[in-house]
Nanobody, 118 residues
Framework: QVQLVESGGGLVQAGGSLRLSCAAS????????AGWYRQAPGKQRELVAE???????NYADSVKGRFTISRDNAKNTVNLQMNSLKPEDTAVYYC????????????WGQGAQVTVSS
């Protein structure tokens, strides 16, 4: 059973950087679409960034110019580079992807805590 495994995250001071990675746990044909979401305490989960193919990306207004989503098709990984972090970026970050094996899977990662101190 293929899963999404997240890595990265942690504690950083405001203005710092972190990188999140999301990898398929088994051999897959492709990751058709992937996104990073976040959920802060008491708030709904929101889309932070998505990548639809190699070049098409979308970002929440709150992270434009600071976050960059990318993918490595050879490794079947999706990354989120987060720069100029702010305390309001503090949340659990979740990877979400449409992963293709012999069938199409709609998957979520386990979540990674990102905490930005002021």
């Amino acid at each position: 059973q293929v899963q999404l495994v997240e890595s990265g995250g942690g504690l950083v001071q405001a203005g710092g950087s972190l990188r999140l990675s999301c990898a398929a746990s088994a051999r897959v044909r492709s990751i058709d679409r992937a996104g990073w979401y976040r959920q802060a305490p008491g708030k709904q989960r929101e889309l932070v960034a998505e990548i639809i193919d190699t070049e098409r990306t979308n970002y929440a207004d709150s992270v434009k110019g600071r976050f960059t989503i990318s993918r490595d098709n050879a490794k079947n990984t999706v990354n989120l580079q987060m720069n100029s972090l702010k305390p309001e970026d503090t949340a659990v970050y979740y990877c979400n992807a449409l992963v293709r094996t012999s069938i199409l899977h709609y998957l979520w990662g386990q979540g990674a805590q990102v905490t930005v101190s002021s």
